[in-house]
């Protein structure tokens, strides 16, 4: 079983449609945890922290669920541009280690 | 400016060359890291540092070595490339709190 596992999708969407991501982590001693955009061939870039109380930052929020293992990520109003791979990250605690996910890859289609 | 820099961008090479890939960053950040990244899979570390005098390898360090010339700066080489080292490597720096890591825009490196 991979530490964190994702569903690669790709999702194919409508403009101004609302997606769901969901991604989950085995590792409990994981403490930190972020949403990254990785567009082809290009650097992850950070999307956003997904904090405890869940998070919002315009149109996406991110909730995390400590209990079940899982973090997730909600995009409203989707636009073209939004259209990318998602990966969710998790940190250990104490620790170097990040985990990444494999992504999933969202279309958003005009 | 860009905050982590990574040069060459492209680079091609053949069989049993060594190689450096050139990592700089304006963060400020003590932390940085060298990951691979590959088709399918997630990104795999390969070397981390948390200082100038803290090198430590990561999941996947055989075949490679780094250097930490300075704060700013983390050095990743092949000491004799090969072909299953062709892939896209990333840079990338952190802070302790928030510990988001932050990535350069990569390297795509190619193995003949």
């Known amino acids: 079983r991979k530490e964190v596992e994702q569903d690669p999708g790709p999702f194919n969407v409508p403009e101004g449609a609302t997606v769901a991501f969901n991604c989950t982590y085995s590792n409990s001693a994981s403490q930190s945890f972020f949403w990254y955009r990785q567009d082809c061939r290009k650097e992850p870039k950070l999307l956003m922290s997904?904090?405890?109380s869940g998070n919002e930052d315009g149109r996406f929020t991110a909730q995390l669920n400590r209990a079940s293992q899982y973090i997730s990520l909600l995009i409203r109003d989707s636009k073209l541009s939004d259209s990318a791979t998602y990966l969710c990250v998790v940190s250990i605690g104490g620790t170097y280690k990040y985990i990444f996910g494999t992504g999933t890859r969202l279309k958003v289609l005009a | 400016d860009a905050d982590v820099t990574q040069t060459p961008r492209n680079r091609i090479t053949k069989t049993g060359k060594r190689i450096m890939l050139e990592c700089s960053q304006t963060k400020g950040h003590d932390r940085m890291y060298w990951y691979r990244q590959d088709p399918g899979l997630g990104l795999r570390l390969i070397y981390y540092?948390?200082?100038?005098?803290?090198?430590n390898k990561g999941e996947i360090s055989d075949g490679y070595s780094v250097s930490r010339q300075a704060q700013a700066k983390f050095s990743l080489s092949l000491e004799s490339a090969i072909p299953n080292q062709t892939a896209l490597y990333f840079c990338a720096t952190s802070d302790t709190t928030p510990p988001a890591q932050y990535f350069g825009p990569g390297t795509r490196l190619t193995v003949l």
């Open positions: 540092s948390f200082d100038v005098k803290d090198i």
């Open positions: 997904v904090y405890s």
